[in-house]
């Protein structure tokens, strides 16, 4: 019995420890999963769950927008994100003018409006990470019509069973509802029993993230790992606010001796607070004095910097972003400015994509609703607004220099045209304007319209030969 007593007392002493344990990484991690036996093991090849749980999905989400909507700083990082991204807007080119006449119905399209729902949804996918947009289909024309899905009402992503990289269903609940609602992400039909849409985008919602690894199905905000320091840094500085205006007030400090309490009290009704500039007349038994609080405290700007400075560093936006230019030469602002284009480009290409995809699907239903031939040329380019990474002036200087050098070099038949274009593009592209495909395309049919056809080069060579005659007969003659 005495055995039996100290297993029980054992197990249940581990039992405690081990919840302890599980609710201590809950909280600080509630990605970790639920409390069961096989919580903290997994198999070596299996793969993980990187998704947060849905109420943890959903609290995050609440919190991103509320810093957004409340923290000036939060609010800041993502309109710098949007600004860049968008910049000017996007603008397309396209080659064949019945998919022009398709792709501008649906882009001018006062339902769609995507000149300023493209900034809309590039807000929206920073703060949410994540952005729904259902789609209906004409079944005359195939004209597509965008809407919107609160992520809120996103319960759930199914993958590809195949494919764990697909996401295939998206399934969501209306406010107030009782039913869940299932839509197909919009992806390519691989199904070759279907020869109408085999090889085309098909589906019912467009759903793109960002700051998501491949095992997880949602996407995460932009705000999700500042939120605390965001929160924390706002608190910081409402302490430093109410210091200042506790150290702005003061009181009179009233000495009158010889009285009691009584003669104190009635003293006090029969004066009022001393207005600026009165007159106040006293005699050596009454004495006036200010008091003003004093709060020993230090200058607390380098402790509100060093905040500051975690959150811009995990943001990836240098200091001279925010209010800080007077601490930063030029040299050093242009080059601590490198790494933040570059992931504002790598955003801006993420936006591109995604309308490449939307324009190839609303190109597909036009295609499956015999609006456009199946083998019509559906060429199209989506132009950028171009970051600016440098100082113009400075940039033009170079490239002026630069390309007397290149022509020099193109003279002496160092560098071939092709290369001298490529080379010049490499600069100019600082620019934010960059060498499509199309691009070099069309400097490989330049360089063979530049290039000496075979009578040329025949040409050339009965020419050198006459030079090389006369040459030789002017030595003999000389």
């Not at 030029?330 to 992931?343: D, H, Q, V, W, Y």
């Not at 993420?350 to 324009?359: D, M, R, S, V």
């Not at 593009?425 to 075979?454: F, R």
Request: glycine letters at 6%; charged letters at 30%; proline letters at 4%.
């Amino acid at each position: 019995m005495k055995n039996k007593t100290k297993i029980t007392s054992g197990l249940s002493e581990k039992e405690k420890r081990y919840g302890e344990i599980m609710r201590k990484i809950q909280e600080a991690y509630p990605m970790v999963g639920g409390m069961t036996e096989d919580t903290l093991w997994r198999s070596l090849t299996d793969s993980s769950d990187r998704d947060l749980p849905q109420l943890t999905q959903r609290r995050m989400q609440d919190i991103a927008f509320y810093l957004y909507d409340s923290n000036p700083m939060a609010k800041r990082i993502i309109e710098i994100i949007t600004d860049f991204v968008i910049g000017d807007g996007f603008s397309y080119t396209v080659e064949d003018e019945n998919v022009k006449e398709v792709i501008d119905n649906f882009w001018n399209d006062p339902d769609n409006n995507m000149d300023l729902e493209s900034e809309v949804n590039t807000r929206e996918l920073s703060i949410f990470g994540e952005i729904a947009l259902p789609v209906w289909v004409n079944p005359q024309n195939g004209a597509v019509k965008m809407g919107y899905i609160d992520p809120k009402s996103i319960n759930r992503i199914k993958k590809d069973i195949i494919n764990p990289k697909i996401n295939k269903i998206l399934i969501w609940k209306r406010k107030n509802a009782f039913d869940e609602k299932e839509l197909n992400i919009i992806n390519v039909d691989k199904n070759i029993k279907n020869k109408k849409t085999y090889g085309k985008l098909i589906g019912d919602c467009f759903y793109f993230t960002i700051n998501q690894v491949s095992s997880a199905t949602r996407g995460r905000s932009d705000l999700l790992s500042l939120a605390d320091w965001l929160d924390g840094y706002d608190q910081f500085l409402y302490a430093r606010l109410e210091r200042a205006f506790l150290l702005n007030n003061f009181i009179w400090e009233i000495t009158c001796e010889g009285m009691n309490k009584d003669e104190l009290e009635k003293f006090i009704t029969t004066i009022p607070t001393p207005k600026p500039g009165s007159i106040r007349a006293h005699n050596e038994k009454i004495t006036w004095k200010s008091e003003t609080p004093k709060l020993e405290a230090d200058d607390a700007s380098a402790e509100a910097r060093l905040f500051k400075m975690q959150i811009l560093g995990g943001a990836g936006f240098p200091e001279h972003w925010f209010a800080e230019g007077s601490t930063t030469t030029r040299a050093t602002a242009l080059e601590m400015g490198l790494p933040t284009l570059k992931k504002l480009k790598a955003r801006q290409r993420l936006i591109k994509f995604q309308l490449q995809y939307i324009f190839n699907f609303v190109i597909d239903q036009a295609i499956i609703h015999d609006e456009l031939k199946n083998d019509v040329n559906r060429k199209f380019k989506i132009i950028p607004s171009p970051i600016i990474s440098r100082d113009n002036q400075g940039l033009a200087q170079a490239i002026n220099s630069l390309v007397d050098g290149l022509i020099k070099a193109s003279d002496k038949k160092w560098l071939s045209i092709r290369k001298v274009k490529t080379i010049l593009n490499a600069v100019i592209a600082q620019l934010g304007v960059d060498m499509e495909s199309g691009d070099e395309e069309e400097l490989d049919a330049e360089d063979d319209n530049i290039s000496p056809k075979p009578e040329d080069n025949n040409n050339i060579e009965d020419n050198n030969n006459i030079e090389d005659n006369n040459t030789g007969g002017n030595n003999e003659e000389q």
